[in-house]
């Protein structure tokens, strides 16, 4: 007994010092919050926590999601108040302001509230209409695809009465190039899919991580781990590397049946709800110039997407649908290219951007917002 109580004692402490280090870890090493931050959802596969923030090692809180799950530090409310004109930022990581961890020589870089393109467009939009209410709400989620785009609108976003929707897509799905590839049934974050069709005593386990992760950072930082795994196992159909021009002819028939038709009905349910569209093609560190880099840059120039000369029929092909709709479509790559921008760093990896390449996207974005918002007011008298 006495052999039994030591052992329990040992592991015990063993449980202590790990979930005390994980949260070190966590909290002043790489500076990510011990709580968990997404959870499941019906109709998007997955959302962020309500009301959830992560600090850094100084205590200033880096990034927060409001009561809705938006990456903002206000409430926003239902009902839209009067003399307000609401946008919503819509996108993956690049639009999310995602952060970099530790790659080679060079450190961690977070990206802040006030750092994220919606941050600025809106302090810019509230210098030019100060009697006006403006709202630019983040409503991106890392690693999403058009197709969630769908559900979040129909099931959210339009209950909040936009005035305009803002997308910033380009690197989770534009590029696919396999014809047999279904967004929804292939979708690569399915990790609870397996789980639910195929219950184990296994997959009580997994249950059990996943209960845990709420309070532990321990469990969290395990399910984290476990959970890339699983997307590293999951048999990801999205690219078939083969010859060039098989290659085109295989995007062009996977674009027509998956993103294509996403996009098209993202387009027609806004359009007929009498929200405004802007349609961005984001950036990404493969199609930059080299003579455009700074070293850092030039550096960390590797990783997706490989099938990089689907590049110019992609732009042609959101181009040509945002004419169907009468809509603004912007390239953001030959921006990048712009020699104003020479040797500064917009770019924190292959896609992410830092606070000046968000700076860029956002007063590009401006003229346009600016000109749908005096549109409305027009509208409104």
């Not at 321990?218 to 098989?246: G, N, T």
Request: aromatic content about 16%; hydrophobic content about 40%.
């Amino acid at each position: 007994m006495k052999k039994f109580i030591y052992i329990i004692f040992i592991l015990l402490c063993v449980l202590l010092f790990s979930e005390l280090s994980a949260r070190f870890y966590l909290k002043y090493i790489i500076e990510k919050s011990p709580k968990k931050k997404y959870r499941f959802s019906y109709y998007r596969v997955y959302e962020h926590m309500p009301n959830w923030e992560e600090n850094d090692k100084n205590g200033v809180v880096r990034m927060k999601f409001n009561n809705g799950g938006f990456r903002r530090d206000k409430e926003v409310e239902k009902v839209k108040p009067d003399n307000t004109y609401r946008a919503f930022l819509m996108g993956g990581s690049a639009a999310h302001g995602y952060s970099r961890l530790k790659m080679g020589k060079y450190p961690i870089r977070h990206i802040y509230q006030n750092e994220t393109i919606d941050a600025f467009l809106e302090k810019e939009l509230k210098i030019q209409f100060p009697h006006q209410n403006i709202e630019i709400i983040n409503a991106a989620v890392a690693g999403y695809h058009v197709f969630q785009h769908t559900q979040y609108i129909l099931s959210e976003l339009i209950d909040y009465q936009p005035d305009l929707i803002i997308f910033f897509d380009g690197i989770n799905d534009h590029f696919i190039n396999n014809p047999k590839y279904n967004s929804y049934l292939n979708y690569k974050y399915q990790y609870w899919k397996s789980r639910l069709q195929d219950p184990s005593l296994w997959g009580l386990f997994d249950y059990f991580i996943y209960y845990m992760s709420n309070y532990s950072a321990l469990f969290r930082a395990y399910h984290s781990l476990k959970l890339q795994k699983d997307v590293i196992k999951f048999i990801d159909e999205s690219a078939s590397f083969v010859s060039d021009q098989e290659e085109l002819n295989n995007h062009n028939i996977a674009s027509k049946r998956q993103l294509l038709r996403n996009i098209d009905l993202n387009y027609y349910i806004l359009s007929k709800e009498g929200i405004d569209i802007i349609s961005c093609l984001q950036p990404m560190l493969k199609l930059r110039n080299d003579e455009m880099l700074t070293q850092e840059e030039l550096d960390l120039k590797f990783g997706p997407p490989e099938n990089i000369e689907l590049y110019p029929i992609i732009a042609d092909e959101l181009d040509s649908l945002a004419s169907k709709y009468a809509i603004d479509f912007i390239d953001f790559n030959p921006i990048f290219n712009n020699q104003m921008y020479k040797e500064n760093q917009l770019f924190l990896d292959y896609c992410h951007l830092t606070p000046m390449g968000g700076e860029v996207v956002a007063n590009k974005l401006f003229p346009l917002v600016e000109k749908k918002i005096r549109n409305r007011l027009v509208e409104s008298k």
